[in-house]
Each structure stands twice: as C-alpha cells, then as structure tokens.
C-alpha cells in the first residue's frame, strides 16, 4: 500500500482488506449510510491504494446476479454492498439463489445508525429512525453460512478475512456483514492492512477407503447409473467423467440440470429424464444433486445402491431431503470425480469386455432419445407459435463454434441443444428466485469479455429482473449480452404445475387458467431500445435463425446488447 499512516477509518480499511484477500468488484447500490465508504474510495483513488473495482449496480437484486455469474465465470467470490435493511431486502433473492447452489458472495449492508447526536456518523436524516432493525441480519441469515455486525474498527481486517475464508470453504455459500455507519467512520490501524490473508478456506474431501468402496460398486454393478445435477466442477473433471462414463459404459442422466456435467452429444449422456433408468439400476452415483429425482414419481430397484457425492452430500442446509445415501463422499466436485476416476481406472482391465457390450447398448439407445429430441424441436417449428425446444434447437446452430455459454430461466430447455464444453450451459436455481439469468449473464460477461453469454429467459422472468435497470447495466459497463425473451403471455410453470397435480380438474377445462395469465404483456424490445441495444420481435418461426444470425453479428462488430423478443406457444 502507498502513503501508509498508522491508521485508516474502518469504511476505508474494508475495501483494501477485500482487495487483498481476493475480491475483484464490489457491486453496489449505495444510501445514506454509505458516506464512509465512497469517502474511503476517494481517499484511496487520491493516494493511488489498490482497491477492488467498485459499481454502481441501480437494483440489489441485479448486484447478487452479477456476483453469482461472476463465480461461475471464475470460480472467485465477489462482493455486494447495499443500503441498510431496504437495500439487503432485494438481495434476498439473491442470497437463497446464492445458497442453494453454493455460490460464495460477500455480502454487506449498512445498519442505519443507532446514534442520534454526538458521534460522527450519526442519524442525520429521518430514515435513519425508519431504517433502524433489532435483528436485521435475521433477513439473510437462514441463507447465509456465516453472519456478523462489525462492532469496533480495529475489527475489520479479521472480520474480512474471516467471511472471505468462510465464504469459500467447502461447501461454498454466501455470508453476510451489517456495518453500522458510525464504526465505519472510527479509526483503525492500518498496520499490515494488505498483507495475505492468515485465514485459509476449509476444503474437504473424501476419506479414501470411501473413494474405494465406491469405485469398488461401481465397477462391479451391472447397471450402474450416474445422476448429475451441478456439472463436474471443472474443465478437467469434466473430461474425466466423460472418459469414465465411456469406458465403462455408465449412461449419466442430467435431470434438471442446474449446470453442464457432459456434453449432450455424448453416447453415454441420456438425456434429462431418469425414469427408464432408475427402475433397473443396481448402483447410483448422485453427482452433486439437491433433488436426484422425483420420489413420488421415481423407484429405486429394490436393492439398488446409493452414492451420494458433492460439496454437502446430505444437503444439510435443508431440513426434508430423504434420499438414500448409503456411501457419502463429501468435497468439491471435481476433486470426486478426478479421484473416483482414478480409484476406478485399475478395475478396468478385468471387465472390458462386459462395459463395452454395456457401452454399446446404451449408445444406440442414446441415438435414438437424441433422434426423437431433435424431431420433436423441429416440429415445434410448425403451427401457430413456434415450441421453447424449437428456440433451444436454432440458438444451438446459431452458436455452434463459438465459445459461447447459454444461461436458462424459464427459456431455452437443455435436451436439443449439442453442447459439449464445460462451463457451457447454466439453468435457473432449484431455490427459483426469478429475475437471476440476465444479471447472471452480465456477472459472466463482465469476468468473460471475449466469451459469447447468452441469457435465455421467459417473459415473467425478464419482468422479474428488473430490466431496466440490467439494460443500463448493461450500456453503462458495455456488456454485449444476448438476451433471448421467449413470450407465452404467462406463467407457464404455474400452469403446468397445476395440470401435473391436478390433470383431470377444472382448470385443465377451462380455457382461461386462474393466476397464470400474463396478457397484455409489454413490448419488450422498446425497453432494450431504451437503453440504446438492438433489438428485434420474432413471431414466426422461419424467421428465428436469421434473426439469431443478426444479433450474434451485432454483438461481435458493435459490442454492445441484443434482444429477441420470440414469441413461443403457451404451456
């Protein structure tokens, strides 16, 4: 750090103390209590200390999003401030998104004042009476793995390094700090402020007669199957499953896929649904899944199995989940994978022959799910409206030889896309905070300016995501994103979860169902004009790929945001 003095107020001790644990942005929405820290930046900026980059973000609910997408990006957590209770209001939504899929975001707020006179950074506004809370951590904090209220500044480097380290430890997950104002503006020593963290993260891993004993029933099941939820953790253990699936013949089934764990294409991937598989199996591997299947509509053979694998194999955080686990291996993804792959690979030489004759039989299997996939996407080209996997099949060859990432909410189904890298292919989390894929998708953009991200979204999605303030994101940060709104006028899960419970009922007859109706719905291309993006209106389904084709060469030639508006058939 230059021009060191002894101290620094705590507003300003924060902010170092982040850059020097890790942290690359501060996505922001600043209040009234945050004199300290704009204070604190500008005092840095004037004596050249490095700082993390901190953004102004106009809506808290866009700042999750982008330090969500920014992780998934880099596998790097990032931080979020807000105002006080209103502003950790709208990152609420975000911090359960962030939860559920162990995503590690650093979230603080400002706790408004509890000083009314005779310290600096007292209540000098009548919102810091409205503002004031008992509890206000309690908002996030069955969220959250970790929380604090900073009470004294010489606090603030511990405190930093602590939720940093806690943040990232296995599994990973967001934690949060109140900062109320009037510590922000004390003093703190400032001695060794940007010296390396002494917190290491905890990073867990498998006992290793447990990685044996898997590879052990794995490699000794007749019909071992592998359920994969949250990807393989990484470009490595990516190819890794790949080549384990392959030489042993193991079908992997993607069942609501929240991120890629093999590529579509491949002739061990079965597609999304785990019905004609779970029935025979003897031997599972649930690769990191908070919901595996469905048990009201799924059986386990009798007998069969159960490897449970993942960064909290049990999924501790919520209270009912009683799927079988008769062998846990806790850890990150990808060093499961990699090991498994490895205690595996010995066993092989003895049953080549079976896993081949195994690995046959699926194959053909797979080329026809994969056949009928894509037949159906292009009959959805036909009718009225065209069909989601119709949109899906077109954004597919669209961006077929790009590095490109496509994010889902509601948009484009994963089952006729060919996808086939790591890191290509995220879906909306299972926790359903809508309004995650377009702030997500400018995260990635932001910590991938040369990748090509495409956020795919319905139209009750898009409304949730407080689009005019991601568009001004978006023009502001110049963050060329391909945005998908796929149009059915209304809530098309709600629909179909009220036909799934209830098939035979009054609202399957009845052409008007009660709650789900989204008509009229706005132009949506006028409010990306707004914020000067191109935009363009798709009714009839020939008339996508070009289309597509157009937005794609806007954003490699003038940089800056697309958006097709695509009219799609109701639910």
Known sequence: MTDASNTITAGGAILVRLKAVGVEYIFANSGTDFPPIIEGLAEAQAKHIDLPKALVIPHENAAMGMAHGYFLATGRAQAVMAHTNVGLANCVIGAINAATEHVPVLLFSGRTPVTEKGRLGSRTVPIGWGQEMRDQSAMVRET?????????????LDVVDRAYAIASSTPKGPVYVSLPREVLCEQCPSDGIDAPSRVAPVKLGPLASDLKQAAEWLAAAKKPLIVAQRGAGSAEAFAALADLAESWGIPVVQYWAVQLAIATDHPMSVGSNPMPWLGEADVVLVLDCLAPWSPDVHKLASG???????????????????????????????????GLAEAMRPLLAKRKAACRKRRDGIAKITAGIRARVRADAEAGS??????????????????????ATVLSELGCPLDPMSLDAAGSWYQEPHSGGLGWSFPTALGMQLATPERVIVATMGDGSYMFANPVACHQIAEALALPVLVLVLNNQEWGAVRQSVIGI????????????????????????????????????????????SVLAAALEHIASKRTLALVEIRVRPA
């Open 304 to 338: 069969c199995r159960v490897i449970q694998a993942g960064p909290d194999p049990l999924y501790s955080r919520f209270p009912v989940r009683d799927f079988a686990a008769d062998l846990s291996l806790p850890g990150e993804t990808t060093e499961i994978v990699l």
């Open 502 to 545: 209830y098939p035979d009922g009054y609202a399957a007859r009845t052409n008007q169902v009660p709650l789900v109706s989204l008509e009229p719905t706005p132009d949506f291309t006028k409010v990306a004009e707004a914020s000067r993006a191109w935009a363009a209106r798709v009714d009839a389904a020939d008339k996508l790929p």
């Open 144 to 156: 959250t793995k970790w929380d604090y209220e900073l009470k004294f500044p010489e606090q603030a």
């Open 382 to 403: 036909q009718g009225q409206w065209m069909t989601k996997a119709w949109v899906s099949l077109c954004l597919s060859r669209a961006i077929a030889g790009l590095d």
